[in-house]
């Protein structure tokens, strides 16, 4: 017989003399379980800290498990951004307002001399050249005497009475200013029908 099987025999044996000590039947196998579990509870206390009675006599407690402190960490600050690493920024134009529009001066016109010929026997129409004269306001006619042909004097009359009844010998002249505007008409003492119209706007 092997070495196994007189272990097996062995064991069976005893076995049967626990079970007989226990009184046979499930009785032996309660018992076999009641020895387990006290084997446990012994190995429990021995092997798992903390369970051992501490000196105070206050029973079993739990060994407390150390707490692991954590390094305070310092809040990060924030990354400072550099002037350079600022993007420029776009400068708004500034519209300037238009300069206002100055409208050049007119110059203030100038009054101007108008000239009237008294020569009736030139063209034999007897008659002032020219005859009808648009002025402006404040300019002045003169009429200048240019009879050649009989070098005679002339009498220039107003019909509107701006002037009394002037001579104008051969070689001179007569200068009147209009200041309003208006249609004036004018002639000759001596030949009624030389009439002339001065219009002033």
């Given amino acids: 017989m092997g070495f196994a099987s007189e272990m097996y025999v062995k064991i069976r044996d005893s076995w049967d003399e626990f079970n007989e000590w226990c009184g046979g039947g499930s009785?032996?196998?309660?018992?076999v379980a009641a020895l387990a579990l006290l084997i446990l509870a012994l190995l429990a206390v021995v092997f798992v800290p903390g369970l051992l009675p501490t000196d105070n006599?206050?029973?079993?407690?739990?060994e407390e498990t150390p707490t692991v402190q954590v390094p305070e960490t310092e809040p990060t600050a924030a990354p400072t951004v550099a002037p350079t690493d600022i993007p420029p920024a776009t400068p708004t134009p500034t519209t300037e307002p238009a300069p206002p529009v100055v409208t050049p001066a007119t110059p203030e016109r100038?009054?101007?001399?108008?000239?009237?010929?008294?020569?009736?026997?030139a063209t034999q129409k007897f008659e002032f050249d020219p005859?009808?004269?648009?002025?402006?306001?404040?300019?002045?006619?003169?009429?200048?005497?240019?009879?050649?042909?009989?070098?005679?004097t002339y009498i220039l009359t107003s019909d509107d009475g701006l002037w009394q009844p002037v001579d104008i010998p051969f070689g001179s002249e007569f200068t009147y200013t209009f200041n309003s505007s208006g249609t004036y008409?004018?002639?000759?003492?001596?030949?009624?029908?030389?009439i002339g119209t001065i219009i002033v706007k």
């Fill in 57 to 62: 006599g206050e029973g079993v407690v739990a």
């Fill in 131 to 152: 005859v009808n004269y648009t002025i402006a306001r404040n300019d002045s006619v003169v009429w200048l005497n240019k009879d050649t042909y009989k070098q005679g």
């Fill in 110 to 121: 100038l009054p101007e001399l108008h000239t009237v010929i008294i020569n009736p026997y």
């Fill in 27 to 31: 009785r032996g196998l309660l018992a």
């Fill in 185 to 194: 008409h004018y002639g000759c003492e001596y030949f009624p029908h030389m």
